[in-house]
């Protein structure tokens, strides 16, 4: 049984269609990501596991459970976080204060599980006191991965995570990923690299005009012309 499944969803906003009959999978302790050309529908999917949008049709599974329709309070409660791609920071509060608000739902002490965080990220541990807001763009994105951790979850959502990001902190967050895999973390991303995000994932999805065009192994949809030239720029 999958982790988590999204089953022949549909789904938009107001009365526009953005996601067509769209399925994907995760299956437990894989990375799989979700490439495709802007307006694809990518962070729909993902609003959709989240729960900020209720399928039209289909259903979303989670862990065993229908999930579709369900509160994102009532998500979180279940193992599954979102690290999303803007916004994703109390810029008025500490790093230190970030982690703490993202265990919210727990109670006793935070003290181990801050200290896995900053094992992960040793840069967030250097500037525990400093406002998230006063930090650059891929210090932020690893105080809002931070924070999703501190609930430890199941699943963690990650929307387009190298945004806006130079080059050599790209390669720092997607080797983050990596390590946050291989601690048992399955992991669903949306990412404007496509090649990147392809050779990290264990599967890929391949979302056009909201459908499915092309789904696969990582490195097979990387080393397949045409789709590297109809959706991986050539």
């Known amino acids: 049984m999958p982790l988590l499944s999204v089953e022949g969803a549909t789904t938009g906003y107001g009365e526009m269609r953005v996601l ?4 994907l999978r995760v299956d437990a302790g894989e990375i799989v990501s979700i490439v495709g050309p802007n307006g694809a529908g990518k962070s729909t999917v993902m609003r959709l596991v989240f729960g900020l949008l209720r399928p039209w049709h289909g259903r979303v599974m989670y862990d065993g459970a229908d999930i579709s329709g369900w509160s994102p309070d009532r998500i979180v409660r279940r193992g599954v976080c979102l690290v999303p791609q803007v916004d994703n920071v109390f810029p008025s509060l500490s790093v230190e204060e970030n982690l703490e608000m993202g265990a919210f739902v727990l109670k006793g002490s935070l003290r181990e599980r801050k200290a896995r965080v900053f094992e992960l990220f040793p840069r967030l541990a ?3 006191h400093q406002r998230a807001g006063k930090m ?4 932020r994105q690893m105080v809002a991965m931070g924070r999703a951790l501190m609930l430890d979850p199941k699943l963690l959502l990650l929307d ?6 130079a080059p050599f902190l790209v390669d720092t967050i997607f080797k983050r990923v990596k390590e946050v895999n291989e601690g ?4 669903l991303m949306v990412e404007q690299n496509a090649r ?3 050779a990290l994932a264990d599967r890929g999805y391949v979302l056009a005009t909201g459908r499915n065009q092309v789904d696969g192994a990582g490195r097979e949809l990387l080393s397949d012309p045409e789709v590297a030239r109809l959706y991986l720029g050539g």
């Open 196 to 198: 990147k995000s392809l």
């Open 136 to 139: 650059s763009g891929g210090e």
């Open 160 to 165: 387009e995570p190298s945004a806006g990001l």
């Open 20 to 23: 067509d009959d769209v399925s």
């Open 126 to 128: 250097e500037r525990r």
């Open 184 to 187: 048992g973390v399955s992991i």
